[in-house]
């Protein structure tokens, strides 16, 4: 194809600087809820009393429906999810794209990976006692944040302002939603969940810097394998290791 082809293709960002702020807005609302995590014994006292607040509430059918919430972010179900996002872009020979994606998921894993060990911080008591790594940030809400994110993020492209903000906010309430099943389920302080939701949409943001500087990606009809993948994804891990799940969190049968 020539080149001046090809140039027509290109899809210029013309408010990158949108961009650069998200990522350094978001990166400083982890690097700040770090520096209180460690510095600021009342974030602690926080997080406590927040928490308590919380359990107050619970109830045995809420229960099993935050912890099907929490299971949709875990790494087996966002593996699925992103494997096939990445063969799509692999398939529509957007290879640039596909290299990012997958930088963007390991990141993720391999940051918050690391920031766990130094920070140290220990769990929420939970009396199943089988949650051993260590709190800070909660890397399922960093997980929901990245798939919810990317997901939305490929389903908006060049869709009308409408449809794709609301496809913006569908997904920031499932990653909100999965942030508080952490809290909900004793297994993260609410601090963990605000950085982790914060470096994933810093993640996400990057990503759809590059979509949007590269060249046009077809994606009309991605939608319904989208949603039958999530949807498999996440009912069959659900059911495949419900009961494990129950003893793990410590919800009564």
Same mark, same amino acid.
Request: glycine share 6%; hydrophobic share 55%.
């Given at each position: 194809?020539?080149? #001046?082809?090809?140039?027509?293709? +290109? ?26 995590? @460690? ?7 926080? *997080?406590?009393?927040?928490? @308590?607040?919380?359990? =107050? +509430?619970?109830?045995?059918?809420? *229960? ?5 919430? #929490?299971?949709?972010? *875990? ?24 290299? +990012? ?19 140290? =911080?220990?769990?929420? @008591? ?45 997904? #920031?309430?499932?990653?909100? &939603? ?32 590059? &979509? ?30 419900? *009961? @494990? ?9």
């Amino acid at each position: 194809m020539p080149a #001046t082809s090809l140039f027509a293709y +290109h899809q210029p960002v013309h408010h990158w600087t949108r961009y650069v702020l998200a990522c350094i807005v978001a990166l400083m609302i982890v690097a700040t809820v770090f520096a209180l995590v @460690e510095w600021a014994p009342i974030v602690s006292t926080w *997080d406590a009393r927040v928490s @308590e607040w919380v359990q =107050r +509430h619970r109830s045995l059918t809420l *229960d099993r429906v935050m912890l099907v919430v #929490t299971l949709s972010a *875990d790494y087996v179900v966002a593996a699925a999810i992103i494997m096939t996002l990445v063969a799509y872009l692999l398939f529509r020979q957007r290879w640039w794209l596909a290299i +990012h994606m997958t930088c963007v998921s390991v990141s993720a894993t391999l940051s918050v990976t690391i920031v766990k060990v130094l920070v140290s =911080r220990a769990r929420p @008591e939970n009396t199943a006692g089988v949650l051993n790594h260590f709190s800070f940030p909660s890397g399922h809400a960093c997980t929901g944040a990245v798939v919810a994110g990317l997901v939305a993020v490929m389903l908006g492209y060049r869709r009308s302002s409408v449809s794709r903000y609301g496809i913006y906010a569908i997904a #920031t309430l499932i990653a909100l &939603l999965i942030g508080f099943s952490r809290v909900y389920l004793l297994a993260h302080w609410p601090t963990d969940v605000i950085a982790g939701l914060a470096f994933g949409y810093a993640l996400v943001v990057a990503f759809a810097w590059q &979509l949007h500087t590269g060249y046009v990606l077809p994606v009309k009809g991605l939608w319904p394998l989208i949603a039958s993948i999530c949807l498999t994804s996440v009912i069959g891990y659900a059911i495949y290791t419900f *009961d @494990e799940q129950l003893v793990k969190y410590a919800i009564n049968g």
